[in-house]
C-alpha cells in the first residue's frame, strides 16, 4: 500500500550519568569517576530508493539508544546509538503544524535532536575551587517529539485529469508501468509511476487518480492527490473530448481552480495541455497536443515536448526551502505571587547532581549564583525573601 502520511512520537536515547569514586576511597581524595555517554540522537537521511512512507512500520513511536553511566577508574559510558529514520525524497517533517524541513536531495541529513547530553563524572568535575567532588553530574532525559511526515512523489511528470480521461492508459503507452485501465471512472485509486527512457534520459512519470470539481475541498480522494503534485516539475492535463458533460475547456478550468485552491504556488508549475481519444472525433482541437493513447497516436509528439520542456526546468517548484534549526528552550520562568518556578535545560543542568547531600546543595548553588538565571529572576521583578523552586528544590532567594 502507498504510504504518504505517517504520524510518530520519536524521542531521543538520555545522557549516561557521572560516577563518584576516589582512588583514596578513605580520604575521598583523587577523583576517578568517568562520565556519562551521550544518548543517541535523531536525524533523518534521505534515500532517493525509497517511493514512500511504507518502510516506516512502527507501533507509533521509535527510539534513539540511552548513553552507558560513567564508572569507576575512569571508564566514560558508551554512546547510545543515533535513531536514524531514512525517508524518500520529497518528504516533509512537520512538527507542532510547522514544516521544519523539506527534504529533497539524496543522502542530505537533517538532525532534530542531538541527544541527551552526558552528565560528567567527578574526574571531570574536579577543579581548584572543588578538587574532590563527592557530586557527579546526572545525564540529560530524554525528549520526545510527536511528528508528522509528509511525503510528496518526486516525480518530473504528473498526468492529471478528470476520471476516465485516459491517464492509466496513457502511462501504460508511455513507461513499463502496468497501470489498471477500465471504462468506468476511478479506476486508480492510488499513484502509479513508470520510467520514460529517453536516450541517456529517464523522465519519472505519475499517473494519478481522476480529480473532480471540489477535490481542493476534499471532495473525493481530492487532497490525497493535490498533494502529490507538490513536487513534480511538469504537469500534463489530459482532457478527454468524448465527455458529453464536461468540454475541454470545462475540464481544464476544474483543473486550473482545484490546484490554484490547494496551493497557489501550484499555478507556477509548468503544463502541458493534452486533448486524448482523437481516434473518436472528427476534428483536431488546436492549440494543444492532441493524441490518442489507446492507438498511439502522436506518443512521440508528446514525449518530445515533455524532453523539451524539462530540459528548461531547473527547479523543482519547493526545492530551496530552508531548514529549520529548533530553538534551545533555555529555561522558562512562571511566577506566581511571590513564587518564581523555574524549569528547562539551564534548571536540569544546575540541580541535576547525584551524590553527597551537602556537597551537591553547595554546588547546586554556586551553579544558581553564577548562571543567567539570576540576572533574569532580578528583571522579573524577584525580591529578597522571596521563593525560588529549581524543578522541585524549593529556598529563599537572597543576594
Ligand atoms: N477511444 C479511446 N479510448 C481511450 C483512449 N485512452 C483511454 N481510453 C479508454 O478510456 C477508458 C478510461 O481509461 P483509463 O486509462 O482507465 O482512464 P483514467 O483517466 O486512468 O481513469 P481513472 O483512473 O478512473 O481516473 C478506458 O476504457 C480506455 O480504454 C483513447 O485514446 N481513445
Ligand atoms: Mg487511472
Given at each position: 500500500m502507498f504510504v504518504d502520511q505517517i504520524n510518530l512520537t520519536v524521542s531521543t536515547g538520555s545522557g549516561g550519568s557521572g560516577a563518584i569514586s576516589f582512588k583514596n576511597t578513605q580520604s575521598k581524595s583523587s577523583p576517578t569517576g568517568g562520565s556519562g555517554?551521550?544518548?543517541?540522537?535523531i536525524k533523518f537521511k534521505v534515500n532517493d530508493k525509497l517511493g514512500d512512507l511504507s518502510h516506516i512500520i512502527t507501533e507509533n513511536s521509535l527510539k534513539a539508544t540511552n548513553g552507558g553511566d560513567g564508572n569507576k577508574n575512569f571508564q566514560n559510558g558508551k554512546n547510545g546509538e543515533d535513531l536514524i529514520i531514512e525517508l524518500p525524497q520529497g518528504t516533509m517533517i512537520i512538527?507542532?503544524?510547522q514544516t521544519i524541513a523539506d527534504m529533497h536531495e539524496n543522502n542530505s541529513e537533517y538532525?532534530?535532536?542531538?541527544g541527551g547530553k552526558p552528565g560528567a563524572g567527578n574526574f571531570s568535575l574536579a577543579s581548584s575551587r572543588v578538587p574532590n567532588p563527592e557530586f557527579a553530574e546526572r545525564g540529560q532525559k530524554k525528549k520526545s517529539y510527536k511528528i508528522k511526515l509528509s511525503y510528496s512523489i518526486y516525480s518530473d511528470v504528473v498526468i492529471l485529469g478528470i476520471p476516465n480521461a485516459g491517464k492509466s492508459t496513457l502511462i501504460t503507452k508511455l513507461t513499463n508501468s502496468n497501470?489498471?485501465?477500465g471504462s468506468y471512472e476511478f479506476t486508480t485509486t492510488s499513484p502509479n509511476l513508470g520510467v520514460i527512457k529517453e536516450v541517456g534520459n529517464q523522465i519519472k512519470i505519475c499517473d494519478l487518480p481522476g480529480l473532480i470539481s471540489g477535490a481542493s475541498e476534499g471532495v473525493g480522494l481530492g487532497k490525497k492527490i493535490l498533494r502529490q503534485i507538490r513536487n513534480t516539475?511538469?504537469?500534463?492535463?489530459?482532457?478527454?473530448?468524448?465527455?458529453?458533460?464536461?468540454?475541454i475547456e470545462d475540464q481544464k478550468n476544474i483543473l486550473d481552480k482545484e490546484i490554484e485552491n490547494y496551493d497557489k504556488n501550484y499555478v507556477n508549475i509548468k503544463k502541458i495541455i493534452v486533448v486524448n481519444k482523437i481516434d473518436s472525433i472528427n476534428e483536431k482541437?488546436?492549440?494543444?497536443i492532441n493524441i490518442s493513447a489507446k492507438n498511439n497516436i502522436n506518443l512521440d509528439v508528446l514525449v518530445e515536448e515533455i524532453t523539451n520542456s524539462l530540459k528548461n526546468i531547473q527547479n523543482r517548484q519547493y526545492s530551496d526551502f530552508q531548514k529549520i534549526s529548533l530553538?534551545?528552550?533555555n529555561y522558562q520562568i512562571e511566577k506566581i505571587d511571590n513564587q518564581f518556578n523555574c524549569s528547562g535545560e539551564v534548571v536540569d543542568f544546575i540541580v541535576g547532581l547525584i551524590g553527597n547531600i551537602d556537597s551537591i546543595n553547595q554546588e547546586i548553588f554556586y551553579r544558581f549564583e553564577n548562571s543567567s538565571l539570576v540576572d533574569e529572576l532580578k528583571s522579573k521583578g524577584i525580591k529578597n525573601g522571596d521563593v525560588v523552586k529549581l524543578n522541585n528544590l524549593e529556598f529563599e532567594f537572597h543576594v
Open positions: 555517554g551521550s544518548g543517541g540522537g512538527l507542532n503544524d538532525i532534530l535532536d542531538k497501470a489498471k485501465i516539475k511538469l504537469i500534463i492535463y489530459l482532457l478527454d473530448p468524448t465527455r458529453q458533460d464536461l468540454n482541437i488546436k492549440g494543444y530553538g534551545n528552550y
